[in-house]
């Protein structure tokens, strides 16, 4: 057995829950009600992710190490 991490982005939504995203492997987005909740949703995205690529043969990818990169962009529209 080999453990595995991901670095993973959870986005509040207006809504409510969050949105979870995996940077290192893009197929996965999930959601979840709570914060706990999205981090269930996550783990178990990666791990079935994960198993599917070991059963067809294809490699691991490896986390991504450069940290995210958040800012404010101002945009202006004419009268809409």
Not at 6 to 24: C, D, K, N, R, S
Not at 27 to 47: P, Q, S
Not at 55 to 68: Q, R
């Amino acid at each position: 057995m080999r453990d595995y991490s991901y670095t993973v982005i959870f986005e509040p939504l207006e809504e409510g829950g969050y949105q979870v995203i995996v940077p290192a492997i893009p197929e996965i987005v999930t959601y979840g009600r709570t914060l706990g909740e999205a981090k269930e949703m996550a783990t178990d995205a990666i791990k079935c992710h994960l198993e599917g690529l070991v059963k067809d043969g294809e490699s691991i990818p490896k986390d991504i190490t450069a940290e995210p990169v958040t800012e404010k962009l101002q945009v202006s529209l004419e009268k809409v």
